[in-house]
C-alpha cells in the first residue's frame, strides 16, 4: 500500500457517513494490515517509524470517534515493543497486531450486544437511531425470541433507511420515521437502544446528532435509554472532548438561498443523567434512576 | 364555485403541507366568501343549506388544526342568524361574515406577534421548527430591532427551508439545521419561538412532529420556549384532543423494502408544562418558570 494509495484509503474513511465508529476503527487497523505488509522500508526501525506516521494520521482522522483514537493508540503501544527484529519478522508482528485489535473490538461489540439482549429479553419494540454496527448485532440476537424495531431515517444521509431495509430483510418488523417523530414514538417503544462514537470516562455519549433528543424523550417518556458498545470507545479520563465533526451543509440538499446559512453537525452528546444503563463486553453499568 | 370546483379546493387544502393552521383556516373562509356569492339556490334558506354543508365538511378537512374547526363554527353560528330574507341578502350577509372572521383572525394574528416581539426585544437569537405565519410576522416585527434565526427543515416536505429562505430575504441572517441538531443548536439560541395547529383548554399544543421534542431541548437548556397564535386555535374546555393527521408514508422517500412500513404523523403534542408563556392577540399568559 504506497502514499498514494494510502491517502485514498485515509480520505474515504474521513468522508465515510455509512458506517459507525466501530466499523471505521476496525477499517482504519486493516490499513495498519496492508500498510505493515506492504510499505517500502529496509529494516524494522524504517518501517517501524512509517507506519507510526500513518497510525498517528488514522488516529485523528475521526475525532468525534473515540474507539478510531484508543485502537490505534493500543497499536502504537504494541509497535513500541517490536525493537530490533529483521524486517520480515516486524512486518509480520505489527500486521498481527493490529489483525488482533480488529478480534478484539469486534469480539467486544458482539459480546456488548450478547449482555443487552439478555437483559431485554424478547418480545420488545426498541426505537433507535443512526446505524450501529453493535445494534445489528443486538437485533440478530433477538430475532429468534421476536422483536420489532423503530428506527429514524438520521438525517441528512438517511443512514436509517439502511438500517431498516437490514432489520426489515432479518424479518423484524420494522417502522421508519423521521427523526421529528421520535417524540411521538417513543409512546409506542418499550426501550431505546443506541451504540455510540465515543464515551466519555463518566458515560455522557457522543453519537449521531439527535440521540440526544432521543434521551429526552425517553426519560419525558419513562422510557429505558441503553447504550450498547465495546469498551474501546471509552476516552480515558482526562482525555478532551472531542470536537463534533462538522460536515459540509450541502449534504442538506436545500437550495442556495439569500442569507441562509446551512449547518451539518454530525453528533451531538447526551449526557450520562439520561442513560438508564451502558452495556459493553464486560456487562451491565447501570445509570440513571438504578 | 361549483361541487366540483369546491371538491378540488378542498382535496387543495386537505392535501396543503406548506401553509400553517391560521392560513388554512383563512383559505377555507374563503372558499366560504366564493360558496356564498355563487353557489345556485333559489332562496335565503336553501343557499344557507348548501353553504352549511360546505362548512360542515372544511371544518372537518384538517382536524389537527383546531382554527379550521372554530372560525367555520363561527360562520355558522352568524349564518343561523340570517334568517328569512331575499337570497341576493343571504349571499351579502354570509360572505360579510366569513370576510370579517378572516379579518379578525388575520388581524389577531399579527397583534399576537406584536405582543410576543414587544416581549422579546431585538439582538436575539431564535429557534423556531415549521412554518409559521404568526412566527413570520415576528420577524418582520423584530428584523428593525435586529434578530437572527435557527430554522429547522421540517422534515418530511422541508417547510423549513421556505421559512428559511422567507428569512433570508427579509434580512433575517438565518441558519438551516436538521431536525436532528434541534437539541445542539438550542444551546445556541435565546428563546424558541412556534406557531400552533391546535392548542387545548389547559395550553398543550399540537403542532408540526417534532415540536414536542424540541420543547424538551428547550427545557433541558434552560431556554424558554413561546407559543404564539391567534385565540382561534384554542379547543373550547371539553373537545375532543383532535386526532393527528397521519399522511402518506412514501413523503419520506424511502425506498420499498421488504418488512419495513414508513410512518409519517405529521403533528405531535407538547404538554402545557413544557411551555414557557402563551401570546396571543390579548397579550401573554405566563407558564412553566413564571
Known amino acids: 500500500m504506497d502514499e498514494s494509495a494510502f491517502e485514498q484509503a485515509l480520505a474515504r474513511i474521513r468522508d465515510d457517513r455509512v ?9 482504519c487497523l486493516r490499513l495498519m494490515v496492508e500498510s505493515a505488509r506492504a510499505i517500502d522500508a529496509g529494516s524494522a526501525g524504517a518501517l517501524l517509524t512509517l507506519l507510526r506516521a500513518r497510525a498517528e494520521r488514522l488516529a485523528a482522522c475521526r475525532p468525534s470517534m473515540a474507539s478510531v483514537h484508543n485502537l490505534l493508540e493500543r497499536w502504537r503501544d504494541q509497535a513500541d515493543a517490536i525493537g530490533e527484529v529483521p524486517v520480515a519478522d516486524a512486518r509480520t508482528l505489527a500486521a498481527k497486531a493490529a489483525r488482533s485489535l480488529i478480534e478484539q473490538s469486534a469480539r467486544a461489540a458482539q459480546q456488548a450486544a ?5 437483559h431485554l429479553g424478547g418480545g420488545k419494540i426498541l ?6 454496527s453493535t445494534v445489528i448485532a443486538l437485533f440478530e440476537r433477538l430475532v429468534p425470541l421476536g422483536v420489532s424495531a423503530i428506527v429514524t431515517e438520521s438525517r441528512p444521509l438517511n443512514e436509517g433507511c439502511l438500517l431498516a431495509g437490514r432489520l426489515g ?7 421508519l420515521i423521521t427523526d421529528a417523530q421520535m417524540g411521538l414514538f417513543a409512546a409506542n417503544a ?9 464515551l466519555s470516562a463518566e458515560g455522557s455519549l457522543v453519537n449521531k446528532a439527535g440521540t440526544y433528543l432521543l434521551a429526552l424523550a425517553a426519560r419525558d417518556r419513562g422510557l429505558p435509554f441503553y447504550v450498547c458498545c465495546e469498551s474501546f470507545k471509552r476516552r480515558p479520563p482526562g482525555m478532551v472532548e472531542p470536537a463534533l465533526e462538522e460536515m459540509n451543509g450541502g449534504e442538506l440538499g436545500a437550495p442556495r438561498m439569500v442569507g441562509v446559512t446551512a449547518k451539518n453537525v454530525y453528533f451531538d452528546i447526551t449526557p450520562a443523567a439520561l442513560v438508564s444503563a451502558w452495556f459493553d463486553e464486560n456487562g451491565i453499568t447501570a445509570g440513571r434512576g438504578a
Do not use: K, N, W, Y
Not at 426505537?127 to 450501529?132: E, I, N, Y
Open 114 to 118: 450478547e449482555h443487552l439482549a439478555r
Open 190 to 198: 418499550d426501550a431505546v437502544v443506541v451504540g455510540a462514537d465515543s
Open 127 to 132: 426505537l433507535t437511531h443512526s446505524l450501529s
Open 169 to 175: 430483510a432479518m424479518g423484524v418488523p420494522t417502522t
Open 19 to 27: 458506517h459507525g465508529a466501530g466499523e471505521i476503527a476496525r477499517e
